[in-house]
């Protein structure tokens, strides 16, 4: 096969019916939408239709929805506006095993002075929600950013048990909801965070274009300044063919979402089974009870993952090692670290992602390559089972 790419939570291909959707707006309607003529007008109703159908994807007011350019914008304008609006005592409770767009701008206002918490994970990958409340206590302004899904791991937090345990503690909530796009249903009437962010090219719209979701009231202040766009809290020109593909790839997801769930979960535990069978010192990591129906990571004990990476690129297999933002750097996952998935196995940690543009021939193709590629490399590697092997530090 030329290509089996099981690479989606780092980016989706392009659904057909978006490429589509967009067309008009590389052509004859480039008008700018915030020009006062009726050109501009004629492209603005597309915007605002878009908006609208965004909205209903995650069932908020379309005034609720900031258009962005990725998730990592949105992640940063949450957290950044967040202490600007709550001021330098501004506590910021996190987990240890987000996206660097959380990880990271969290850690820069700790080396600013404010209060820092990260909370760690159990060896499922889950939250301990015990721990959310005493880095709660004591009040005092706050705001508590958790991802909803892990982009690693697949694993699942109870988003909607953290948000009202942050509510009570009359703390700001900021979600990275990247990875449930057009996998779970996202309800923001039922799930009481402030602000939510999302990428497009997470399912089926292009790169390049994002969500911000603020909920009414929220005092956030604007974040990207230089115009009047969106509501006046994100200077710059609209991205006109981005927002509409991204209101279609919306539209396409909640039509697909129960049956595709469905469908892409019975191949990703078919390739789970058939991978642990023929692949001795294999394991899954994070819970396998509540994680996304795409999400595989799988470790393969005593060899690296890069070296299986690269031996499953040569035969035509796209996988990854974990999140392609943190893509180039040697050392191993911090999420799968957190796990405390022991040394033997943490360097040979492996990410499959699934959409509905698999198929079972795919991951035929995939149980008859693997097995080969990890017996190959565990044939050149200096350890194996039983082998005395350092202590990480």
């Given amino acids: 096969m030329d290509t089996v790419y099981f690479d989606n939570n780092a980016t989706t291909m392009v659904a ?14 480039y008008g700018n939408p915030s020009s006062m003529h009726a050109f501009g007008g004629r492209v603005a109703k597309y915007v605002n239709e878009a908006r609208e ?39 910021v409770v996190t987990t240890k095993v987000e996206h660097p767009a959380v990880l990271g701008p969290c850690r820069r206002l700790k080396r600013m002075g404010h209060p820092e918490v990260e909370l760690p994970v159990d060896n499922g990958g889950n939250l301990d929600l015990d721990a959310l ?48 796009a057009g996998k779970i249903p996202v309800d923001v009437r039922e799930i009481p965070v402030d602000m939510l962010s999302m990428s497009g090219h997470k399912f089926h ?17 604007t974040y990207m300044i230089g115009g009047h766009q969106e509501h006046g809290r994100r200077g710059g020109t609209e991205n006109v063919p ?18 595709e769930a469905e469908k892409v979960r019975a191949m990703r ?43 499953m690129s040569d035969a035509g297999i796209c996988a990854s090692t974990g999140s392609a933002c943190a893509a180039g750097s040697l050392e191993p996952s911090h999420v ?19 959409s509905r543009y698999n198929t079972e021939r795919e991951v035929d193709y995939v149980l008859e390559q693997m097995p080969k590629i990890v017996k190959k490399l565990r044939a050149l590697s200096p350890f194996s089972k039983g082998d005395t092997l350092p202590v990480e530090i």
């Avoid at 908020?60 to 001021?87: K, M, Q, R, W, Y």
């Avoid at 700001?172 to 990247?178: E, F, I, K, Q, S």
């Fill in 53 to 91: 159908r965004v909205a209903e994807f995650i069932h908020a007011d379309p005034s609720e929805i900031v258009f962005t350019s990725c998730a990592t914008e949105s992640d940063n304008t949450a957290i950044h506006g967040a202490a600007e609006a709550l001021g330098p005592s501004m506590k």
């Fill in 133 to 180: 409340r005493e880095a709660l206590k004591g009040g005092g302004p706050a705001l508590v950013s958790a991802m909803w899904a892990n982009n690693e791991t697949g694993v699942v937090f109870p988003i909607k048990e953290i948000a009202e345990i942050a509510k009570e503690a009359g703390a700001l909530v900021h979600t990275d909801a990247v990875q449930v």
């Fill in 269 to 311: 535990d078919r390739l789970e089974q058939g991978l642990l069978a023929t692949c001795p010192d294999a394991r899954i990591n994070g819970d396998p009870a509540h994680r996304l129906p795409n999400t595989s990571n799988m470790s393969f004990e005593y060899i690296e993952g890069e070296a299986i990476i690269y031996h």
């Fill in 336 to 354: 799968i670290r957190a796990l405390g998935v022991p040394f033997t196995a943490l360097h040979g940690s492996i990410r499959f992602s699934l």
């Fill in 205 to 221: 719209a292009p790169k390049g274009i994002g969500i911000f979701y603020i909920r009414k009231g929220t005092r956030l202040p």
């Fill in 16 to 29: 057909p019916e978006v490429r589509e959707a967009m067309m008009p707006f590389f052509g004859d309607l």
């Fill in 242 to 259: 981005y927002i509409v593909g991204l209101a279609k790839a919306a539209e396409l997801a909640t039509a697909a979402m129960a049956g």
